[in-house]
Nanobody, 121 residues
Framework: QVQLVESGGGLVQAGGSLRLSCAAS????????MGWHRQAPGKQRELVAS???????NYADSVKGRFTISRDNAENTVYLQMNSLKPEDTAVYYC???????????????WGQGTQVTVSS
């Protein structure tokens, strides 16, 4: 079974930084897009940033200039460097990968379990 394991969340003061990591493990043939979404209490899940296997990136307007997404294709890992954090960035952050399963060769989306990011004012 494919697993996405996230790490790096926590509590930080406004203006601070955090770095999230997400590693996709086992039974992977190939990975297309990897990304981060977030969901704040009472709000819908939203895309924060994504990166293709070729390195093309996409960011939500609210994080442009503050967050940077990157990936290590050899390690099937995606990172999210978050700088100049604001209280409104507080949410559960979910890793996502669109990948082809090694055995079934089917493409589908997989999600991590989520990691809490809390920014205090």
């Amino acid at each position: 079974q494919v697993q996405l394991v996230e790490s790096g969340g926590g509590l930080v003061q406004a203006g601070g930084s955090l770095r999230l990591s997400c590693a996709a493990s086992t039974r992977i043939f190939s990975i297309n897009t990897m990304g981060w979404h977030r969901q704040a209490p009472g709000k819908q899940r939203e895309l924060v940033a994504s990166v293709t296997s070729g390195g093309s990136t996409n960011y939500a307007d609210s994080v442009k200039g503050r967050f940077t997404i990157s990936r290590d294709n050899a390690e099937n890992t995606v990172y999210l460097q978050m700088n100049s954090l604001k209280p409104e960035d507080t949410a559960v952050y979910y890793c996502n990968a669109n990948l082809v399963h090694l055995l079934t060769r089917r493409r589908q989306d997989y999600w991590g379990q989520g990691t809490q990011v809390t920014v205090s004012s």
